[in-house]
């Protein structure tokens, strides 16, 4: 880790070698180790060091963008360059909004030492007791468990400089017996919540609970999903809350802002500073992140904003800039997606989850969708797989676990049809974030296949 | 390089290892993307590293840095042997490579022009261009173009001697126009969906692909779209168009015939396989027209190499003939645990070559080359006129199968009605779905080799921590008999 101080140093070196009108540096620095198992051993076992930059120059409204891990004074000069020669190609962006003023960012502490300081055999010695915890139930464990650090800082040639050090730990587990599977999954920035022992025992328990299973009828049934499966439907209808995706037509919420869409009992929120998830207190272009309500009790919200989309709709940013480019991603986007919340919540009700399944006369409980694709974005039409535990209930009791199903099914109706919102939240890692998410009773879900498992 | 390598390894051997290799990767990435006539992105990227494999105490252990400095590489190789040491702890069977591979060589993928001698004014106008043609479509609310060029020099050195130099050059380009109105949204997208289509050469691929050429087409297509009748839902014969078969061929034959992933290294992610080693050789895959091989020397594909990523030659695998599944995508380490399971000699036991990684920060996994449906006879023209009643699809829109790939449900952006051999009618939001032997096993028609090349799927995921991996597809347009299309309720 590099720290507040040489990340400064990195960043004034960048902002010393340009000459443009102005200048911008966003810094990411990664120690990620993670350790992934399968049938009941480490089979892969690996480390990355790395810190890159991300160099934007603006000369008047002309933009050039240049990425580089390489931070040597010449690595540094040479992004600037590039950047540079970027910029004086380009034709003038008529949205470019500027870089910020210097703005206040209360710092949310997400830094455990604990984690940052997890070895391997620490990793080793909590994998190994999921797996023989399955070795000694006959069933064959397989996972991932990543404990990291992060260091992320933003600085511009206006003066403004924001760093923000955090760790992560995120540990994913599939058990498979001879005909069936179960999940389970944990995360927190604190690698002492997450509990690999208990994780590992929820999932044997549903993979020799799922045994045997039957074939079922696709149809429409009632539903409870547990977390996993509902942090998906979270994942899809947060992903299209971006403003650019709203305003180009391509959004559940196009046209829809302060329409009642879903049941009451549902509430979406983003909140990059709320420390029960992974907070990360500014956007990546250095503004201090807002809570965005985009489901207010089943009401249609707000989108997120950056500073671009804000000045294009007479808004103002609510924190929600998303890196030109991520470095330390192996994605290449096509290009900016927008604005996008990167830390959504979906509010907790108050049942438990055995209330759910008491409530259902006929209907499944699924624990996790896989596979998950938009079939279409006007109502968030989406096409998956249940996966690792799937259960028929009959006369509110869980009977005989059942084969796979596929849906094709509008999210956005789904969250229409709930009836019951569990009271636990659960975590799971999203890529720069960690999405929130209780289990939750639908009367209605579409099964439209099945497969042979 | 070589001190740096020969530094790695002998600190790696010294530490403890018992096998050791290290890659040193430099990738260079030029992108260029507009949106509605304004620049969205002109960036050169550049990331530099090195990653170190070892074997000690009969486990793996990886470690990879950004800074190539003497003690960096001293202490990565160290931290490499140290994770070893702590797989082991929860370890199974000591690693058996097989037989050593030992090669000395460079290699580099031909180009016509060099995509990074070509101006970046020539590729903005390129795509401005395009994108204007695209917006003049009366009902167009959103026109994106992208244009990429990587270039990667890699080094892979190892302990059993080999010491190869490679370097690749990627170009991809691609344009899509997105339709909207009250109630729908449809898009376009030329010549592949999710932004590109990409190939391992120069400059010429983005000419051959004249964007702005069909941006008009693709455009007006997705304003037609908008007011086309639904998909019907029906079982009736499919037609799949190059790009749609490509995915329909990486989704249901290269995933599912990748070892590591048979033998369940990928259980906790992406999941496992139906090819499980005792159908090797026997088991139905597909009707006696198809025929499928993993091929990383195709010239242009996007998975053509000289050597894959623990340094074995690249070689061409058949994976199904005459519709029997004959073949995996193996590693080293996969060969020999797929010799001993059938009691072959793993002395013997030889890698097909599929090991590759996304970059110096990750460990190689087995990925696909270029997965290649072989040509069958027909012309297109001819299949079209054969056909009575059927959908031909093209362009994927989405994708989903499941965790042993054999339910699939693929949507495509654009479709048309055949009826007495003549495409009659457009359709929209299309899908169809199936399972993947009974879907193979129904294919009666395979376009010939004049309608035959191979495409790239930049896009392809798998491994934790994720990596992306550019893979290839060579493919003709398909005929398949009794295929559910239309699930969607429009
Ligand atoms: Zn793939």
């Known amino acids: ?453 | 390089m070589k001190e740096w390598t020969d530094l790695a390894l002998d600190t790696a051997r010294a530490k403890g290892a018992t096998y050791a290799d290290i890659r040193i990767v430099h990738r260079r990435v030029q992108q260029v993307s507009v949106r509605n006539g304004a620049v969205d992105l002109l960036a050169e990227h550049e990331t530099v590293g090195f990653g170190v494999r070892v074997v000690a105490d009969g486990a793996w252990g990886f470690s990879s840095s950004s800074r190539l400095t003497r003690e960096e590489v001293q202490r990565v190789a160290a931290e490499a042997v140290a994770i070893a040491q702590a797989s082991a702890t929860v370890g199974k069977e000591p690693v058996d490579l097989g037989p050593p591979e030992v090669h000395v060589d460079t290699y580099r993928t031909p180009f016509e022009i060099d995509p990074f001698g070509v101006s970046l004014e020539e590729k903005l106008a390129l795509l401005l261009a395009a994108d204007e043609a695209m917006r003049r479509v009366k009902g167009v609310r959103v026109a994106r173009g992208n244009l990429v060029a990587q270039r990667e020099r890699k080094t892979f050195a190892s302990t059993e001697g080999s010491y190869i130099e490679q370097e690749i050059t990627e170009v991809g380009g691609g344009i899509v126009a997105y339709a909207v109105d009250e109630t729908e949204i449809q898009q376009r997208s030329y010549p592949n969906s999710f932004g590109r289509d990409q190939r391992t050469g120069g400059w010429e691929i983005v000419q051959a692909m004249d964007l702005p050429g069909n941006a008009e087409r693709i455009a007006s297509e997705a304003v037609a779209l908008l007011t086309a009748d639904p998909c019907p839902c029906e079982v009736t014969t499919l037609i799949l168009g190059p790009t749609q078969l490509a995915l329909q061929v990486h989704e249901s034959c290269g995933h599912p015939t990748e070892l590591d992933r048979v033998l369940g290294a990928e259980a906790a992610y992406a999941g496992t396989s139906f090819l499980t080693p005792d159908k090797l050789g026997a088991f139905r895959y597909g009707s006696p027209v198809v025929n499928l091989t993993a091929d990383a020397t195709v010239p242009g594909g996007l998975g053509t190499f000289g050597y894959d990523d623990e340094g074995v030659p690249a070689q061409r695998v058949p994976l199904v003939r005459e519709g029997i599944f004959v073949g995996y995508l193996t590693s080293r380490e996969t060969a020999v645990q797929l010799a001993k399971m059938r009691g072959e000699d793993p002395e013997r036991a030889r890698s097909g070559g599929a090991m590759r990684a996304s970059g110096w920060n990750r460990i190689p996994l087995i990925r696909m080359t270029n997965i290649n449906l072989e040509p069958g006879e027909w012309t297109f023209d001819d299949l079209i006129a054969d056909t009575e009643h059927g959908i031909y699809m093209e362009t994927n829109r989405s994708w989903s199968i499941d965790d042993k790939r054999l339910n699939f449900q693929f949507g495509t952006e654009i479709a048309y009605e055949i009826r007495h051999g003549r495409m009659v009618r457009l359709l929209k939001n299309a899908i169809y779905t199936g399972i993947t032997p009974e879907f193979w096993g129904s294919c009666d028609a395979v376009c010939n080799v004049d309608h035959w090349r191979v495409w790239g799927t930049p896009n392809c995921g798998k491994g934790q921590p994720g990596q992306v991996a550019h893979v290839g597809h060579g493919v003709a347009p398909a005929r398949f008999r009794n295929v559910q299309v239309g699930v969607m309720v429009n």
């Open chain 1, 1 to 453: 880790m590099l720290g507040e101080k040489r990340i400064r140093g990195i960043a004034e070196r960048v902002l010393a070698a340009s000459e443009a009108d102005e200048t911008e540096v966003v810094i990411f620095g990664l120690e990620e180790r993670l350790t992934r198992f399968a049938n009941n051993f480490i089979h892969q076992n690996v480390a990355e060091t790395n810190v890159a930059a991300v160099v934007r120059v603006a000369l008047g409204k002309r933009v050039g963008t240049a990425t580089t891990n390489d931070l040597s004074d010449v690595g540094l000069e040479r992004a600037v360059e590039q950047a540079t020669a970027a910029a004086r190609l380009s034709p003038e962006d008529p949205d470019y909004p500027g870089l910020p003023e210097p703005t206040p960012v209360e710092p949310v502490e997400a830094f455990d030492e604990r984690t940052a300081a997890y070895t391997p055999a620490d990793r080793a010695r909590d994998v190994g007791a999921i797996c023989r915890q399955a070795e000694a139930k006959g069933v064959t464990a397989s996972g991932a468990f990543r404990t990291s650090v992060h260091e992320f800082a933003v600085a511009n040639s206006h003066g403004l400089f924001a760093y923000h050090p955090t760790t992560i730990a995120d540990l994913t587990t599939v058990v498979m017996a001879d005909d069936s599977a179960g999940y389970a999954a944990g995360a927190s920035w604190k690698v002492e919540e997450v509990d690999g022992v208990g994780l590992g025992a929820e999932a044997i328990e549903r993979a020799l609970r799922g045994r045997n299973p039957q074939p079922l009828e696709p149809g429409t049934y009632p539903v409870v999903l547990e977390a996993y499966a509902v942090a998906d439907i979270v994942a899809f209808i947060t992903q299209m809350a971006g403003a650019m995706l709203v305003s180009e037509g391509r959004s559940w919420m196009t046209g829809r802002q302060g329409e009642r869409l879903m049941s009451p009992l549902i509430s979406i929120w983003d909140d990059g500073r709320d420390p029960a998830g992974w907070p990360l207190p500014f956007d990546f272009e250095g503004m201090p992140r807002r809570r965005v309500d985009i489901v207010r009790e089943g009401v249609v919200g707000e989108p997120v904003y950056d500073r671009r989309w804000a000045r294009k709709e007479g808004k103002t940013s609510t924190g929600h800039a998303l890196p030109l480019s991520n470095p330390l991603s192996p994605w290449l986007s096509g290009g900016a997606a927008g604005p996008l919340p990167l830390h959504p919540v979906m509010g907790a009700g108050e049942h438990a989850v055995e209330e759910m399944i008491a409530s259902v006369s006929r209907g499944l409980y699924v624990t996790r969708f896989h596979y998950t694709r938009m079939v279409h974005p006007r109502d968030a039409v989406i096409t998956g797989m249940t996966r690792d535990g799937t259960f028929l209930i009959e006369d509110g009791e869980i009977t005989v676990p059942v084969k796979n199903l596929r849906f094709t099914q509008s999210y956005v109706e789904a969250l229409a049809s709930v009836e019951m919102v569990g009271r636990v939240l659960r975590r799971q890692r999203t890529g720069l974030g960690i999405l929130r998410a209780p289990a939750l009773k639908l009367s209605a879900f579409r099964f439209t296949g099945a497969t042979t498992f």
